[in-house]
């Protein structure tokens, strides 16, 4: 069983930058591929980024490649999300997600997840 908290969302300006924090709670945080997805009201949940066990790979979503980077440190059991360059479409609920399946950007693939954070971008 993993338990996943995320934080550090907020409201902010466009062209402004935020870090959302995901903290795991379990010994076995390293076993898993990682990834964020977002949700906004009306739409269904779209993939943001993922990143592999140790960190060395990274997948990004056209629409945030070049301005949000994920990374994440085992030994605090936690992934994170700086973003940057932040746009009014940005704005949506963030969760972050524990892979199992062969798609790192498919929700389906992912086995469980967070309750989700708040980050809204003003124009």
């Known amino acids: 069983q993993v338990q996943l908290v995320e934080s550090g969302g907020g409201l902010v300006q466009a062209g402004d930058s935020l870090t959302l924090s995901c903290a795991a709670s379990?010994?076995?945080?390293?076993?898993?591929?990682m990834g964020w997805f977002r949700q906004s009201p009306g739409k269904e949940r779209e993939f943001v980024a993922a990143?592999?066990?140790?960190?060395?790979?990274?997948y990004y979503a056209d629409s945030v490649k070049g301005r949000f980077t994920i990374s994440r440190n085992n030994a605090k059991n936690t992934v994170y999300l700086r973003m940057n360059s932040l746009k009014p479409e940005d704005t949506a609920v963030y969760y972050c997600?524990?892979?199992?399946?062969?798609?790192?950007?498919?929700?389906?693939?992912?086995?469980?997840w967070g309750q989700g954070t708040q980050v809204t971008v003003s124009s």
């Open positions: 997600a524990t892979q199992s399946g062969n798609s790192y950007s498919t929700p389906s693939s992912y086995n469980y």
């Open positions: 379990g010994p076995t945080f390293s076993r898993y591929f």
């Open positions: 990143i592999t066990r140790t960190g060395v790979s990274t």
